[in-house]
């Protein structure tokens, strides 16, 4: 079932990024990430409730975040600001609704909260737990890479 969420997940972001932002997208094979103590990330977090109740975490590096507001807009961005996170919670907010439209048509019901957005350093979001309900994923573009986490609840 996990291994089927995070697809419908990394489907929607593929999908989104190609329709969007016209960024070709490779997926890497569920798995612990690598430790990102990278500074300037900008983490959306996105709850699910429904069937799947827990929450999904798209981590975006500052040199990926500000090549993504880049393509969308199509003017050079130097530094994450709130123009900056406001853009990559609205795409993150339409990967999840997407995801959840086709977590529905496979029977499994998903629906998602708004955004919770922030910028820190560190650590990415589930990155030291050992927990077989957190499924991990990197999505790799042309603007960079962003990791996906989900941390599904009992």
């Given at each position: 079932?996990?291994?089927?969420?995070?697809?419908?997940?990394?489907?929607?972001?593929?999908?989104?990024?190609?329709?969007?932002?016209?960024?070709?997208?490779?997926?890497?094979?569920?798995?612990?990430?690598?430790?990102?103590?990278?500074?300037?990330?900008?983490?959306?977090?996105?709850?699910?409730?429904?069937?799947?109740?827990?929450?999904?975490?798209?981590?975006?590096?500052?040199?990926?975040?500000?090549?993504?507001?880049?393509?969308?807009?199509?003017?050079?961005?130097?530094?994450?600001?709130?123009?900056?996170?406001?853009?990559?919670?609205?795409i993150?907010?339409?990967?999840?609704?997407?995801?959840?439209?086709?977590?529905?048509?496979?029977?499994?019901?998903?629906?998602?909260?708004?955004?919770?957005?922030?910028?820190?350093?560190?650590?990415?979001?589930?990155?030291?737990?050992e927990?077989?309900?957190?499924?991990?994923?990197?999505?790799?573009?042309?603007?960079?890479?962003?990791g996906?986490?989900?941390?599904?609840?009992?």
């Amino acid at each position: 079932m996990n291994e089927k969420i995070m697809t419908g997940f990394t489907d929607a972001a593929q999908d989104v990024l190609k329709a969007m932002l016209d960024l070709e997208v490779e997926v890497e094979a569920p798995e612990k990430p690598e430790s990102s103590a990278a500074k300037n990330k900008v983490i959306v977090a996105v709850g699910l409730i429904g069937d799947i109740s827990g929450e999904t975490c798209f981590c975006f590096p500052e040199k990926t975040a500000l090549e993504i507001v880049k393509n969308m807009c199509g003017m050079e961005i130097e530094k994450v600001d709130d123009f900056v996170t406001s853009a990559l919670g609205e795409i993150s907010n339409i990967i999840c609704g997407n995801a959840a439209t086709g977590l529905s048509q496979q029977q499994i019901a998903c629906d998602i909260l708004p955004p919770k957005i922030s910028v820190k350093d560190g650590k990415t979001p589930y990155e030291d737990e050992e927990s077989s309900q957190v499924i991990n994923s990197t999505i790799h573009t042309e603007a960079g890479n962003m990791g996906v986490a989900i941390k599904i609840e009992e």
